[in-house]
């Protein structure tokens, strides 16, 4: 089981910043997806950004020039900037990853999750 940690959750204004990031008990970038998610208080989890290990993030449309999903190498995470902070962007932050391991058989899947970190945009 790989073991991931998001950090960076807060407290901001409306229009302000915060940087989560996502750190992992293992390199992660190697699977097939890594992603954020939101879960607001009564509403269903979305997919904020997904990342590829092969390609570019992708964002929902709701988060689209304000949000950038990055890896960073030297530091073994996986953050999420957030710029110009809007109320309906209050939720749990939880990172995933998803892939597949190879064993010397074949493979097996893998889906795991963070605990998740607190962003409250205050109106």
């Known amino acids: 089981q790989v073991q991931l940690v998001e950090s960076g959750g807060g407290l901001v204004q409306p229009g302000g910043s915060l940087r989560l990031s996502c750190a992992a008990s293992?390199?992660?970038?190697?699977?097939?997806?890594i992603s954020w998610y939101r879960q607001a208080p009564g509403k269903q989890r979305e997919l904020v950004a997904a990342?590829?290990?092969?390609?570019?993030?992708n964002y929902v449309d709701s988060v689209k020039g304000r949000f950038t999903m990055s890896r960073d190498y030297a530091k073994n995470t996986v953050d999420l900037q957030m710029n110009r902070l809007r109320p309906e962007d209050t939720a749990v932050y939880y990172c995933?990853?998803?892939?597949?391991?190879?064993?010397?058989?074949?493979?097996?899947?893998?889906?795991?999750w963070g605990q998740g970190t607190q962003v409250t945009v205050s109106a």
């Open positions: 293992r390199s992660i970038f190697s699977s097939d997806a």
């Open positions: 990342l590829t290990s092969w390609g570019n993030p």
């Open positions: 995933n990853a998803r892939g597949l391991t190879r064993t010397g058989t074949g493979t097996v899947p893998y889906d795991y």
